[in-house]
């Protein structure tokens, strides 16, 4: 067997895996499908009083924004508290927040810079409502996205909600790009409660019951990704985390690819980061979804991606070697005769075919992202970003991820 | 909440029709090229066939006609076509090595066609017969050159055998140039024999004069 034959199996494994991962979650996806609407039509009996926290880091600019619509939330204003806690900022942050203190719901506090953790703890301590949440100074949240929230923990079972996060209106190549991979996560994030696998309770307005944190104890280091950390450690109590797709926060998202750089290598550091720590999850059926499915196709995925990379790698260098000899031997010429539009010279490989059929799922998906979230389904240009040009420019990120994985290093917020 | 183990099941089945799907598109396609490969060597063969009957029935006063006849065409065409799928790995082993088998004895019918016009007619062709195998290491270097060659002086006759072939023709022709696997690349410019790697240089030095002067411009830096 030579290395076309081993590169060749490996990548049908890997498109085999790829295509059975969404397939899997497509058919998750409409077995409960019906549940949608009936949430869709869901009104909060109660409302449960709310404490949502605010840490900000030097965000003079957006912190505003975010307050405002807070402020703005369609929720009785006696059930809702905000408090901001400013984590040591340099900047004109604390100055600004000033103007919030008149207001009866907000509370601001200031403390020493240690981290995003620490800002959350700090605020839990003074937290006496049945539900508390988060929201990062980069976002802001839809009028109604609290009541909807709010709807789930009429089952008692249900712990923390997850938002559908978007991209606020998109203007540049980069934001376009995470606007479709946004999209995509949408879909996926609703599937993963359908089968109990929500490995994340992102930043942006996860809403949890206060009783979490008083039984399980609060936010940890955990590699920079506390969000991630806090939804591992809640299955590894069993806790139920749910979506509410309808619920919609808007994140500004980095607009320039060295910041995206960053925010993923720290994400993907850290969520495999937290893998390793909750590495007994896996393949638990105690934890059915997360054990038995998000973490190990999670696993697969960044195993593969790496095998790809290898095989690309040698299968580039292999070119580029040619390309040498045949220029040491006779030079550099173009030739014009090696272009052909004989239909002989298309690609026929079985591996073309197993692509376009993973992109053309990967698309119905997004599509199906927009439409629970936003009833709208109409296809655009923009959601081939996600399987064309998002699995070119995270390479970068996820070697980097891995280099700091395996050196135990640890990433940095900004 | 459990995961029923009907789901991973059925997830299965789909991909697995997926992926048949696949493999069925994939070979009905590659089926339709080795189609294409054989009938362009049928025509090949059909078009020697008629050369040679017109000029056993007519002799040299048939050359006009048949010195302009584009014989060549058609089987380089299924000469790069064959070098493309073999690189593309379209079939199965064993279907690929009798077509190029089919091919190779075609490029030694084609051969012997063009010395025997040569001689009756004295049109003074440029052959190169050119013994590679895949397994010598100098080979792909004397490809490029031969390529390169051929590009510049279209008119030129290359005809490339697999040393490993297993063909009792090819065998013949090995003989009759005494090439063996240490001589290879072995390289025969009308009837002179060359082995090792010739560069583009020496491989041009090897061409009768009348042909260098009709050099095509290449772009070459």
Known sequence: MNITDISNIISY???????????FLLISFFEKKSLIKIED????????????????????????????????????????????????????????????????????????????????????????????????????????????????????????????????????FIRHVQDSEYNYGIFIKKTLDFIN????????????????????????????????????????????????????VYTAG???????????????????????????????????????????????????????LILFLIMIGKGIVNKVIEIKTVGFHISWSSFNLDWFYINTDLKLFLGIALIILTIGLIIYGKKISENK???????????????????????????TLILSKETKWR | MEIGWKKYIYALVITMVVFLAGVGISRYLNDKKIGELK???????????????????????????????????????????????EKNSITSDQEFYNLKAYYSLLEIKEYLLIKKLGSKCNTKPVTILYFYSNQCGDCSKEGYVLTYIREKYPQIRVYSFDYDLELSALKTLNSVYSVTAEKLPFIVVNGK?????????????????????????????
């Not at chain 1, 953790?117 to 996205?145: P, Q, W």
């Open chain 2, 39 to 85: 009938l362009s060597g049928d025509k090949v063969s059909l078009d020697i066939l008629s050369i040679e009957t017109q000029f056993a029935l007519l002799g040299e006063y048939s050359c006009e006609e048949v010195v302009n006849s584009d014989l060549s065409a058609e089987l380089n065409n299924l000469g790069k076509k064959l070098s493309y799928g």
């Open chain 1, 254 to 308: 980095p607009g320039t690819y060295k910041a995206l750089y960053k925010q993923r290598v720290r994400w993907s550091h850290g969520f495999f980061a937290n893998i390793l720590d909750y590495r007994f999850l896996i393949f638990n059926k105690k934890y059915s979804g997360i054990g038995m499915f998000t973490l190990p196709s999670s696993l697969i995925a960044m195993g593969s991606f790496f095998v790809f």
């Open chain 1, 197 to 248: 696998g929500i490995n994340v309770t992102p930043g942006p307005f996860s809403i949890f019951r206060k009783r979490v944190f008083d039984e399980i104890g609060g936010f940890k280091p955990a590699h920079n990704t506390e969000d991630m950390e806090i939804a591992f450690r809640m299955h590894k109590f069993l806790y139920r985390i749910t979506n509410s797709h309808k619920a919609i």
């Open chain 2, 193 to 221: 024999s060359y082995s090792g790697f010739k560069s583009q240089e020496e491989m041009e030095s090897f061409l009768p004069k009348y042909i260098r002067n009709t050099a095509t411009t290449t772009t070459k830096q």
């Open chain 1, 13 to 23: 494994i890997v498109l085999f895996f790829s295509i059975y991962f969404n397939v």
């Open chain 1, 41 to 172: 039509k869901i009104k909060p009996k109660h409302f449960r009083s709310t404490t949502i926290v605010v840490p900000v880091f030097n965000e003079e600019k957006t912190v505003t924004k975010s307050v405002l619509s807070l402020l703005d939330l369609d929720y009785p204003k006696n059930k809702l508290k905000i408090i901001i806690v400013d984590d040591g900022s340099t900047d004109n942050t604390w100055r600004i927040i000033q103007k919030f203190k008149k207001n009866k719901q907000i509370e601001v506090f200031h403390k020493e810079n240690g981290g995003k953790h620490t800002a959350l703890n700090f605020a839990l301590e003074k937290i006496k409502t049945e539900l508390v949440g988060c929201l990062d100074a980069d976002s802001f949240v839809e009028k109604d996205a609290l009541k909807k929230i709010v709807s789930h923990f009429e089952n008692p079972k249900t712990m923390a909600v997850t938002p559908s996060i978007k991209i606020y209106k998109p203007n540049n």
């Open chain 1, 377 to 403: 389904s109409k296809f655009s240009w923009h959601f081939l970003y996600f399987p064309f040009v998002y699995s070119i420019i995270a390479v970068p990120w996820l070697i980097k991820a891995f280099y």
